[in-house]
């Protein structure tokens, strides 16, 4: 079977030579183009599945580009990548037939996920005979069957049929479940078989950045409206514009922000940041959340009204340990879709792998099933896998998990005996921290010694540590960190130590790597080889205190 063909376009050879090598190591069949018109000839020429076309070029720009490939009848799936020198350029581009768009910088995961969106549908068949006579069908039709869900369950039967009576509808969607139960891939089922699945579907991580991020990439923002604001931008709304919004993890956003999102629901109409004209905008929202909302709006963490605006569809998506006779059918699935890279000639586990899959509680969901059968197709050795779930111990995939690289792959070690002492130790008593004098009369917190009695130490009332009172550092940056939150009374079982230790260990790391940086998260992430958005989510998760945020001067 060919590879999938991607021709990359973009004026700047070091862009070239990463996506270029980025898309070949995932199989894609790479060739590339220096210039608009060299693009030109050779998606005259060739026969591409997808393009890459960089917005802002000499002699010739992506967006004239598109216009007369387009124009030509061209009708390959078009990614705009640019860091916009122009408000407009990401609207025009898909308004001009651009299946969607990608902000530079952008990730790895982000980039595959934009690919994969945009051939959901267009998977070339090619064959050297004539293809065999098939059925036509509408393109929602065809989004919908690329799109669907592979389940069996009576509730993801319930689910499905809902999803098929509102989508045609615009009114908003709430979707609940824990995470890696596929609210993404219903979100994404709603679109495909609405009206508007011609048009984009834009997907935002709410906790994937802090407040202020968070407002300018929904809702753009003016050139001037901030520091380093030094174009103007358009938010996700304006490129969801006729389409779908998806907002995944709603449970996660500002208080402040809820109140602007209300708005837009209500109006249909916003403000950039810095913005003095209103900006009006046609988009349906889908959110998404593994939270309790009712919970949180008791705990004032989420407002009613929007609650009860988003609440107008809920679909909720059982756990995998709920929904059992799932798990075989999904196997096989990731089994072809990762096996054709990693392995030959396998068409089925093992049993032994199938009777452990069926029994796995799958704390992950099904992401986690589809990491451990992409993990089973590289190592090609089950009893690997086999030891993982059999020693139970292994972290949940939506845990802070201990990777191999840091790089936020899917391949994790078990953590080191060292952390897995400590979580026990944390969670039989939180150990006794006390102050003590260290260089230059400066008091800073110093933990028990490994075998030293773990009787809690008297809370100071003034101290959010149980210690001193806050205290000026001569360097901010040495500032003790709190220790992470005791975990709930309880018995422990394995899995809980576990999970407790990897958390540890990478807590650990990512501390060392903000102190070595002098807290500069951007060089961090780099050095941890991941996204400085999944650093910044880490660090909220671990529970790490920027000490210029809280530290007096």
């Known amino acids: 079977m060919d590879r999938i063909a991607v021709l990359v376009v973009d004026d700047e050879e070091s862009v070239r030579t990463f996506l270029s090598e980025l898309l070949g190591s995932s199989g894609y069949q790479v060739r590339c183009a220096s210039s608009g018109t060299q693009a030109l000839e050779m998606l005259s020429g060739g026969s591409f599945d997808a393009v890459l076309l960089d917005v802002v070029m000499p002699e010739m720009s992506g967006l004239e580009v598109l216009r007369r490939y387009r124009s030509t009848g061209g009708t390959a799936p078009v990614i705009v990548l640019s860091a916009l020198s122009g408000a407009d ?310 845990a802070p998990s201990l990777p191999t690289s840091f790089g936020g792959g899917d391949d994790f070690m078990q953590p080191p005996a060292r952390h897995v002492d400590e979580a026990a130790r944390v969670f039989a008593a939180p150990p006794a921290v006390s102050p003590v004098t260290g260089p230059g009369g400066v008091q800073v917190l110093e933990m028990p010694a490994r075998g030293a009695s773990l009787t809690p130490a008297p809370v100071v009332e003034a101290s959010p540590f149980n210690a001193v009172a806050p205290q000026r550092y001569a360097n901010p940056f040495d500032a003790p960190q709190p220790p992470p939150p005791p975990p709930p009374a309880g018995e422990l079982s394995l899995k809980d130590i576990g999970k407790r230790a990897a958390m540890l260990a990478e807590r650990e790391a990512i501390l060392a790597m903000l102190q070595r940086t002098a807290w500069n998260k951007r060089r961090a992430a780099g050095k941890l080889r991941i996204s400085y958005k999944a650093l910044l989510y880490k660090i909220k998760e671990c529970g790490i205190i920027d000490p210029r945020a809280s530290a007096e001067f």
């Open 89 to 398: 350029d990401a609207v025009r581009a898909l308004k001009m037939g651009a299946s969607d768009y990608l902000a530079k910088p952008f990730g790895n995961d982000e980039l595959q996920d934009v690919l994969a969106r945009a051939m959901g549908t267009r998977v070339p068949e090619r064959q050297a005979t004539a293809p065999a006579p098939r059925v036509v069908m509408t393109p929602a039709e065809a989004a919908a069957e690329a799109r669907v869900l592979i389940s069996t369950s009576p509730a993801m039967r319930r689910a499905r049929a809902l999803v098929e009576r509102i989508a045609d509808t615009d009114v908003p969607v709430l979707l609940l479940g824990e995470s890696g139960t596929g609210k993404e891939v219903i979100a994404r089922e709603i679109h495909a078989r609405s009206q508007r699945h011609g048009r984009p579907f834009i997907k935002v991580n709410c906790a994937a950045l802090p407040g202020e991020l968070l407002e300018s990439e929904l809702f753009g923002h003016e050139r001037g409206a901030f520091t380093g604001a030094t174009a103007e931008k358009p938010g996700k709304f304006e490129l969801a514009d006729q389409g779908t919004i998806f907002l995944d993890e709603i449970g996660e956003m500002a208080i402040r922000l809820q109140a602007k999102l209300l708005q837009v629901l209500q109006d249909e109409e916003f403000f950039r940041v810095g913005g003095k004209k209103s900006v009006r905008v046609d988009s349906r929202v889908v959110v998404a959340t593994n939270r309790d909302l009712e919970k949180e709006i008791a705990l004032g963490n989420f407002r009613e009204d929007l609650y009860y605006r988003l609440n107008v569809v809920a679909i909720r998506l059982p756990p995998l340990r709920e929904r059992r006779e799932d798990v075989v059918p999904l196997t096989d699935h990731f089994l072809k879709k990762y096996g054709r890279g990693f392995m030959t000639n396998v068409s089925e586990l093992p049993s032994e792998v199938l009777h452990a899959f069926s029994d796995y509680e799958w704390p992950g969901n099904v992401r986690e099933l589809e990491n451990m059968v992409r993990r089973l197709c590289v190592l090609k050795d089950p009893t690997l896998v086999l030891d993982e779930i059999h020693a139970g111990g292994r972290a949940p995939a939506s």
